[in-house]
């Protein structure tokens, strides 16, 4: 059974539609890329997703014994504030928050995990230092182990290597595909570099207001849109 | 030193204030990190305002302050989260909003009944003395309650305070403890301005954050800083409000502004 089932879905903001006739369905280890313009709709899919907004019309069906607490999430960064005091242990800890369900505090599993997670990210020997003094890519990882303390059947990312340079983008989509493909863990990721998306990708969700394209990458680049988007390449 | 604590101790109304307001300064450093960090430090002013709106009206009708400020400050609490998540106000504005709303309703309550006597300078400056018996009792008690459910939300408090959207895409209600730090916070509020007086009490709930958030770099090394420097700062000013007869508030607050000076400098050097 597919992990996440999306039929006919439609969100609006103040009554007016932004994204509608959306769907498709991902089973447990795929990598998804929801590519698009700026406004095309992308984040309030996520958000959708996340269960942070409701849809205007349609459905989301978790499938495969996927529960809601059992999502990841890598939000986008600028939505962190800049002079947080926080140690990257502390930040990491919190993604286990959801599976704590009445407990009050981490227990030793809790952090464990944490610290397994920081270990396979490479951002253990910086775990006691500020989140807010690291460097970009530092932060991703940062944010990157917290949303796998969350999970591990699906991560949403949403466009994790914004503001990155070329060095520390390569690293951090590695890390993703290296993730999705050891763990099993399905990979739901918002981005704006359409090349880098079909290299990675399983499949490609296009959105452009509406459902432009959904399929496997392969699909994909033999479509008229991406022929387009992609640019002539070997045409 | 130790002599002239034995001293001041000594005195019953004395000791019963350093053991409410060493509790209150707890109860607002813990919260302040909080409110602090999320954009949300105007809140302890407008719901002190409220609270002087209350403690005008309970005079007026004579019933105990404390019983009628505390429901009205939280009740504000709440009105002043949903007005700010409405997003048709925003939140600075809607505190602002609140705050000279309550603040003109407690002055036309106060001239209309006893006038503006020592009672309203009081809970305009606060002052030790205002604290009786049953306040005394039942401002421990709260403040307890504060301290023990703020220890027990903090990975759910340190999670929404760092990051709601990631809290709320994982399954924690943001909300829910939003609305938690928020009712505490008026309670801490309503016990603290008593003794800090309605126009200082914010500043117990700003300054030990904006304090230690100079040195520390973990979000527990900020709690614990903040939760020393508070009673530290709040002892120290008491002790000169009683050996300088000065109004014990703004003794208080001073003390605060000098130690966050120092931490300031501190914190200047050591990243040069």
Redesign the interface.
Known sequence: MAQITCKNLSFAYDGQTVLSDISFSIDAGAYLCIVGENGSGKSTLMKGL???KSPASGTIELGDGLK??E???L?QQT???R?????VY??V???R??S?GGR???NTEDKKAAMENMERLGIEDIK???YM?LSGGQQQRVLLA?AMC?TKKLL?LDEPVTGLDPVATNEMYNLIKLINLCDNTSVIMISHDIHEAVRYATHILHLGNRQLFFGTTAQYRESDLARRFVGGGRA | MIELLGEMLSYHFMSRAIIVGVLVSLCAALLGVSLVLKRFSMIGDGLSHVGFGALAIAAAVNVAPLALAVPIVIAAAFLLLRISQSSRIKGDAAIALISSSALAIGVTVVSMTTGMNTDVSNYMFGSILSLSEADAVLSIALSCIVLLLFVLLYPRIFAVTFDETFAMATGTSAQRYNTVIAVLTAVTVVLGMRMMGALLISSLIIFPALTSMRLCRSFKAVVLCSAIVSVVCFVVGMTLSYVLELPSGASVVIVNILVFLVFSLIGAIKNH
């Open positions: 996340l269960g942070l809601h607490t999502i990841g999430y939000p939505q962190i504030q002079d947080f005091p926080a140690s502390e930040v800890l919190s993604g928050l959801n704590m009050l505090f981490y006691d230092k500020c003094e917290r969350a949403l």
